[in-house]
């Protein structure tokens, strides 16, 4: 039985977001014994919702309020309203995500170590190294059932086409590290069904096999009457005491009714964006500059990994759009080699996209002859996302609009991103060695595409050994104020070259276990 916790009630944790943060935190905190309330701004879907078509399932599930794409990235152009692409509903971006579950390497902790001073960039260490996190990262690939792994004991997810040829494209120009991560079952697991190759993993897994806090981690945080979700519950500001500690959070509902929840302890994890705007719209006289601001670096150094897409036609069909989506993902440019020219490495994604997408995503707002002669070689192509490090800049950042409210008459977010010179020649790289590989089987054209809008957004309220450097400290506490913490990617000091939501996830779980015990000691 779900409980109703009263308004007035502050011994509960609030959770502001249910996707790979929010939900697994719910969860982990639940099966501690700790009471939450989670409230989730988008709809409750089910799989009974999802549909296997890409542009029913974008609309029906995106996050579409207003937002602004500024900065020098082509997004003002191609994507002026949408910077981002995730999910507003429960479960968040992890009924949309792909499944890739990498883990970061030791070195993507130590990025001011390791690189120095960047120019132009504001790269920071982690507060805590590889060591501390590969236990949680173990207990995220066991809870999410990724193929390949020994935590899980699934099986690698079997190849298709698409992964035959980058396969053998790769192999071709020498590169030997070819692996498909996916959190999707490879085999029953967990309650869920094996993957039966549908080929739509980004509209929603309708048969459950992808690993989401959709139904996973949320319907069995519920099943303990310990927690209770809350859909359709945009939350609009974070309260304070005169102590500067927490009190509750203001939010209203799907008639746009406000309420007040107390809090014992506030969970931010609403995306880099929607968590950097939250604070900022919760300043006060005490927090002038935003909640928890003082090192004013809320809203600051996002990121959204150095990225670029390409698609191959080749010689014969390829069918990429059959099976999972995720093909195979090349991972020898990761390891840190500056004779390339930029600091970090990237990944070769095998990102598969249905006709509707790769017509929209070739040539954003454009057409002709050069379009559709390609895409009347659908069936013929292979295709590419580039993945690489995206180094924190300052000035790339989420800033409030200062007179343009949304309808829930907050201030619309600003997204302001302009790519370091290291971000351009990563990509390009990474494009070059795509058009090497294609090539290298036989590919007769590969064509360009401008980077989508981003999926994976970090950074914005980072974590940091002083307050001055960053918002949260390493377990994701604020600096600032003690009962306030942040629980999603935006508390990546780096971002890596890996997909963020295995580490998302492994935080998550790490950062239950550390409140659990503290709010058992009385120290929250």
Known sequence: ?????????????VIIGSGAGGGTLANELAQRGVKCVVLEAGKHWTQADFENDEWAMFNKISWLDKRI????????????HLPAWIVKGVGGSTVHWSGVALRF????????????????ANVLDWPLGYDELAPFYDLAEKKMGVAGSKASGQPEM????????????ARAVGYKQIVRPAASNSAPYDGRPACQQIGFCMQGCKIGAKWSTLYTEIPRA???????????????????????KATGVLYADKSGRKHLQKARVVCVAGNSIESARLLL???????PDGLGNSSGQVGRNYMNHSTAAAVSINRKPVYMYRGFDIAAVVADEVALDTKRGFFGGYYLEGLALHLPYTAAFMKPGGWGRDVTSALEMYDHMSCVWVCGEDLAREQNSITLHPTEKDQYGLPVPIVTKTYHENDERLAAHGLQQWRKLSEAVGATRVIDMPAYPASHNMGTNRMSAKPRDGVVNKWGQSHDVKNLFVSDGS????SSAANPTLTIVALAIRQAGHIAEAMQRRDL
């Open 1 to 13: 039985m779900t409980p109703k916790y009263k308004l007035s009630d502050d011994s509960v944790v």
């Open 281 to 287: 719209n919760s300043a006060s006289s005490m927090f």
């Open 105 to 120: 390497r030791p070195h993507d902790f130590q990025t001011r170590t390791i690189y120095g001073e960047v120019p132009g």
């Open 158 to 169: 079997p190849p298709n086409n698409h992964y035959r040829v980058i396969e053998a494209g």
């Open 222 to 244: 519920v099943a303990t009457g310990l927690v209770e979700l809350r859909p359709e519950s945009m939350v609009l500001r974070i309260e304070h005491d005169k102590s500067g």
């Open 69 to 80: 794409s500024a900065g020098g990235w082509h997004h003002t152009k191609t994507y002026p």
């Open 491 to 494: 508390q990546f000091t780096s």
